[in-house]
């Protein structure tokens, strides 16, 4: 059972990364055929979509990324494009399920915080920042790096260039 002290101590080593801005979206998987649906249950609660794309690639999804207000958070909706996907396997984890896919944090810079991360024992899916949706650079940390305070769940880092 994790403790206080415990998310105190994932708090303080994600301080310290370069440039750690704020949550850029937390990503929702969605089952094939179910991303309009889900956009439309959004948009019920005042959100807005602000950007579509096909994503290929190792992601191979369509996104939806929506936002209410004029906050910086966003709800990034992800929907596989094939069996393939990462997303699709997700799902099926999930007993064919949608749900919670990562949370992602905005970055100043993603190739100073993939280096200082990779310093300090994160376990790091991507060898190197990559592009990303929007024209983004992001990267993918392992739900269980930092195996003594294991995250458990998959974190993203954002770096947008606007």
């Known amino acids: ?10 708090a303080a080593e994600l301080k310290q990364v370069p440039g750690l801005q704020f949550i850029d979206h937390f990503a929702i998987s969605v089952p094939q055929g179910a991303l309009d649906g889900m956009v ?7 959100f807005q979509e602000i950007h579509r794309e096909e994503v290929r690639g190792k992601d191979m999804v ?8 004029d906050g910086p958070n966003l709800i990034q909706l992800l929907e596989p494009l094939s069996a393939e996907s990462p997303v699709q396997k997700l799902i099926e984890k999930a007993g064919g399920r949608g749900g919670f896919a990562h949370v992602a944090f905005r970055v100043k810079s993603a190739q100073k915080a993939f280096d200082y991360m990779k310093a300090n024992g994160f376990t790091i899916i991507d060898s190197a920042p990559r592009p990303g949706s929007r024209g983004t650079t992001v990267f993918f940390v392992h739900p269980k790096s930092r ?16």
């Open 1 to 10: 059972m994790s403790t206080g002290t415990d998310h105190k101590t994932i």
């Open 147 to 162: 195996a003594e305070n294991a995250f458990g769940y998959l974190i993203e880092i954002v770096e947008d260039p606007s």
């Open 40 to 46: 439309a249950a959004y948009e019920l609660l005042g």
């Open 62 to 69: 369509r996104e939806a990324l929506l936002q209410i207000g």
